[in-house]
Nanobody
């Protein structure tokens, strides 16, 4: 099992920045991709960004590309999401996710991921 705990959410004005953290514990050596998703009230959970622990490209949704980044130089067993130029439409609960490599869905698909954190609220005021 893998446990994921997000932190770093909060209230920020439009144009501001936040850094989310996801602390992973447990059998993390069995995970392949780590990702961030978000879910706004009344909407489906949507992909934000993802990377593979062992290297390779980083993936971003079109809505956050150029504003959000997942750094490669993460602290041990920690995944970050740097969010800049925040907009009110970025308001959502942000979830960290990890996959164990056993599913065939793309990195953009919520069904790929086996483990989820409890989420952290990000609110952006206009």
């Amino acid at each position: 099992q893998v446990q994921l705990v997000e932190s770093g959410g909060g209230l920020v004005q439009a144009g501001g920045s936040l850094r989310l953290s996801c602390a992973a514990s447990g059998r993390i050596f069995n995970t392949y991709y780590m990702a961030w998703f978000r879910q706004a009230p009344g909407k489906e959970r949507e992909f934000v960004a993802a990377l593979r622990w062992s290297g390779g490209p980083t993936y971003y949704s079109d809505s956050v590309k150029g504003r959000f980044t997942i750094p490669r130089d993460n602290a041990p067993n920690t995944l970050y999401l740097h969010m800049n130029s925040l907009k009110p439409e970025d308001t959502a609960v942000y979830y960290c996710a990890a996959d164990a490599g056993g599913r065939i869905y793309s990195v953009y698909d919520v069904r790929r991921y086996d483990y989820w954190g409890q989420g952290t609220q990000v609110s952006v005021s206009s």
